[in-house]
């Protein structure tokens, strides 16, 4: 078992900038892919980035991509999301997810992971 413990989430104005981090616990995989999605009020569940543990193979959604980082620290066996130059389209509750198996590349779809954390709240005002 796996567990994720997301945390950093928070109020901010457009603009801004969050990190949010998601402590791994448990059994974990050298070779799992990490995903962060979020989940917005009366919208699906959906993806935003995904990394291998080691923090190669980066993948961003492309709503994302140039303002959000992800990547990993092995020492603190935390994964973090660095997201800049929010919008207020970017509130929603961000989930961290783990996905052991080995891929070519990580995976960007929410069935491929079996390990989820609780989730964070994001809210960016405009």
């Known amino acids: 078992q796996v567990q994720l413990d997301e945390s950093g989430g928070g109020l901010v104005q457009a603009g801004g900038s969050l990190r949010l981090s998601c402590a791994a616990s448990g059994r974990t995989f050298s070779s799992a892919g990490m995903g962060w999605f979020r989940q917005a009020p009366g919208k699906e569940r959906e993806f935003v980035a995904a990394c291998r543990w080691s923090g190669e193979n980066r993948y961003y959604a492309e709503a994302v991509k140039g303002r959000f980082t992800i990547s990993t620290d092995h020492a603190k066996n935390t994964v973090y999301l660095l997201m800049t130059s929010l919008k207020p389209e970017d509130t929603a509750v961000y989930y961290c997810?783990?996905?052991?198996?080995?891929?070519?590349?990580?995976?960007?779809?929410?069935?491929?992971?079996?390990?989820w954390g609780q989730g964070t709240q994001v809210t960016v005002s405009s």
């Open positions: 997810a783990a996905d052991p198996r080995w891929r070519a590349t990580p995976a960007t779809e929410s069935r491929s992971y079996d390990y």
